[in-house]
């Protein structure tokens, strides 16, 4: 670890303190800010190639997944290819279509992870072309894989992922501002993304520092036995990671949900022992989204709010964490650091081992 792990302190925790030198490590040499792109010679792919790519399809699991859903939405937003992500421990078993002109991304932060490895071996077999988002180099699926992004976020060894998450985020940004940049990105939105991703690691700096006023509404939390993670479209994954990461190590039920799905059912649990945590960034559905907090606190909710610094929540009742602003697209990489903190804080505050949590192992190498 770079900052060095100090006595009893938990790898996880040293972990999410490293992610800024991690990013600084996953951008060194990828950056182009003379024509506002990204180089990745290991994609093994031409800028022809990469143009008559029809489709990318990320598949991980748990928060690889998760990651890769957020990845989905970058390469929409800034390449405009249809994107998506599906759990590739499902994906081999419903007999997915594989299309040639289709680019599969295995998110893996072990690379040994045995359900995206079979989906990365079932696309081969049948002729579709795979990179790999790996963290750990000669790993089962980065061998795999035609090409791919190593991650260099470093070794990560707590069950809780994050820096390799961040990271995996990060090589998103990458392969969608390639892929962009040989279409229809213009030279300027381009410039615009790489200075976001130059000022990410300072940005990161400045959320860690909000941990105090996290660890104290984590300590809150953490009396609570279930709870709501909500956010939409650029947030959901958002909220999915943040719940995932409360499960693992602090074992309170977390359940994330659309926002706007909440009035569909979800909302008959809200009480004032169920809080939410709501993801509301400064941005296209910030109205819609403060209108849905209103709900919740009508049904006696208490609400945790990840938002920007200057949004109007209304007179609401609520606790906010405000993250530093970059550019839209890359908002939830800032937003997902707080809830990492929060989960962290949870589990610390209940006295439980987390670099160890019960039943989960770093890496899932059989079916
Ligand atoms: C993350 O905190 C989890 N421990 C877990 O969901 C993990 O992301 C998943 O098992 C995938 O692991 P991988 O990235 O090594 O393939």
Do not use: W
Not at 103 to 114: K, N
Not at 148 to 156: D, F, N, R, T, V
Not at 266 to 286: F, G, K, M, N, R
Not at 317 to 339: A, G, M, N, Q, Y
């Amino acid at each position: 670890y770079e900052h060095g792990l100090e006595d009893g302190e938990s790898r996880m925790y040293a972990e999410m303190l490293e992610q800024p030198a991690a990013v600084e490590r996953a951008l060194r040499g990828r950056l182009d800010d003379r024509f506002g792109t990204a180089h990745l010679g290991g994609l093994n792919l031409d800028a022809r190639e990469l143009r008559a790519i029809r489709r990318v399809k990320m598949l991980g699991c748990g928060s690889a997944y998760y990651v890769g859903q957020m990845g989905a939405a970058l390469v929409e937003e800034l390449a405009r290819i249809p994107a998506d992500a599906e759990a590739a421990s499902e994906f081999r078993y419903r007999d997915p279509v594989i299309e040639p002109d289709t680019l599969y991304v295995a998110v893996s932060q072990s690379g040994e992870t045995i359900d995206t490895l079979l989906a990365v071996e079932e696309i081969r077999r049948k002729g579709g072309r795979v990179i790999g988002l790996v963290n750990v180099v000669g790993s089962a699926i980065a061998r795999a894989c035609d090409g791919g992004i190593y991650l260099h976020a470093g070794p990560e060894i707590a069950v809780a992922s994050t820096k390799a998450l961040t990271n995996m985020y990060v090589a998103f940004a990458l392969l969608a501002l390639q892929l962009g940049r040989v279409r229809d990105l213009s030279i300027a939105d381009g410039k615009r993304l790489v200075n976001a991703l130059q000022e990410l690691p300072a940005k990161l700096e400045q959320v860690l520092k909000l941990e105090d006023e996290i660890a104290e509404i984590a300590a809150d939390l953490a009396q609570c036995d279930s709870m709501f993670f909500v956010g939409r479209v650029r947030g959901y994954p958002v909220a999915r990671e943040g719940a995932q990461k409360l499960k693992e190590i602090s074992y309170r039920h977390a359940e994330a949900y659309q926002t706007s799905e909440l009035k569909h059912g979800p909302l008959a649990l809200i009480s004032p022992e169920v809080p939410t945590v709501a993801i509301v960034p400064d941005d296209e559905l910030t109205e819609r989204n403060v209108a849905a907090l209103h709900e919740i606190a009508a049904r006696g909710g208490p609400l945790v709010v990840v938002t920007h610094d200057g949004v109007d929540l209304g007179a609401l009742d609520v606790r906010r964490i405000d993250v530093p602003r970059l550019e839209r697209e890359l908002d939830p990489i800032l937003l997902t650091i707080p809830l990492q903190l929060l989960a962290f804080h949870a589990a610390e505050s209940l006295g439980l081992d987390i670099d160890k949590p019960r039943n989960l192992a770093k890496s899932v190498t059989v079916e």
